[in-house]
C-alpha cells in the first residue's frame, strides 16, 4: 500500500506570503503599539490555518486492489484497479460564472462511468509516477 499527501513544498507555496505578511503585522504590532493591526493578524492566522487544514487534507491511496483520493475538501472517492479504463492527465473543464475554465487534472475513469479528478499539484513526483504508473 502506498500512501501519498501533500509535499512540505506545497505548504511553502502557499502559505509563506501570508506567513511574511502576518511577521510584517506583527512587526508593526509592537513597534506602534496603538496601531489596530491585531485584527489583521488574527485574520493572516486565519488564512495559514485554513491553508495548512486544506493542504492536509490531500491524500492518495494506492493498494493491490483499488486507488482511492481524499481531495482538499476531505472528500474520498475509491475506483478498484481492474474497474480502471482511462488514467490520464488531462485539461478538464469546470464552468463557473458562465465562463468555462480548463484546469489540468489526473483523471481516473472506471468502466461504470465513475471518474476521479485528481488535483496533483501538492503531491511529489513520486506520486505522479505512481499515478502514471496505473496507465499500463
Known sequence: MKVFKAVKSSYIA???????????YIYLFFT????????VCWLLS?????IVIWL??????????????????YRTKTIPL???????????E?????KNLK???FLITSIHGDEILINDKPFS???IQALNDLKK
Open 14 to 24: 502557499l502559505g509563506l506570503p501570508w506567513f511574511v505578511l502576518l511577521l510584517l
Open 32 to 39: 506602534k503599539p496603538y496601531s489596530n493591526v491585531t485584527s
Open 46 to 50: 486565519l488564512v495559514l490555518l485554513i
Open 56 to 73: 492536509k487534507g490531500f491524500r492518495i491511496i494506492i493498494t493491490e486492489e483499488y486507488i482511492s483520493y481524499r481531495d482538499g475538501l
Open 82 to 92: 481492474s474497474d480502471i479504463k482511462v488514467a490520464k492527465s488531462a485539461w478538464v
Open 94 to 98: 469546470f464552468g463557473r460564472f458562465n
Open 103 to 105: 484546469i489540468p487534472r
Open 125 to 127: 513526483h513520486e506520486a
